[in-house]
């Protein structure tokens, strides 16, 4: 689903920046492969220091999306080329679903027990 609407964003052309081509950082040649391959046997402590990294990967992403997800207005200006008017628009009505949202959580109630 995600990828579908990086698609069609991408498609529709509205900024500058082709989201679907992969990084020059991320191309690789044959030679790298096979100097990749020619690293001989694993042993425990190199299983011990790639679950560390990956840990450290891990751990580095989470706390990218939770920033991410609590402050959208870089990641909509800066990674997205929105103008800064509609970043921080949207950031404020992220900001406001927070605040509704702890309000009912520390109440007990939601908002709809109200309506009537």
Do not use: C, H
Not at 7 to 17: E, I, K, P, Q, R
Request: charged share 15%; hydrophobic share 45%.
């Amino acid at each position: 689903m995600v990828s579908a609407s990086i698609g069609l964003v991408n498609a529709s052309g509205l900024f500058d920046v082709d989201y679907m081509s992969p990084p020059p950082s991320q191309s690789f040649e044959v030679e790298d492969l096979e100097d990749l391959a020619e690293q001989g046997g694993d042993s425990q402590l190199d299983y011990f220091t790639t679950i560390l990294s990956w840990l450290k990967i891990a751990s580095g992403l989470i706390k990218d999306m939770l920033i991410s997800f609590l402050w959208v207005y870089p990641l909509i200006v800066d990674v997205f080329g929105a103008p800064e008017y509609l970043g921080g628009f949207i950031q404020v009505g992220v900001i406001m679903i927070y605040i509704v949202f702890f309000v009912q959580f520390i109440s007990g109630r939601g908002w709809r027990q109200y309506e009537s």
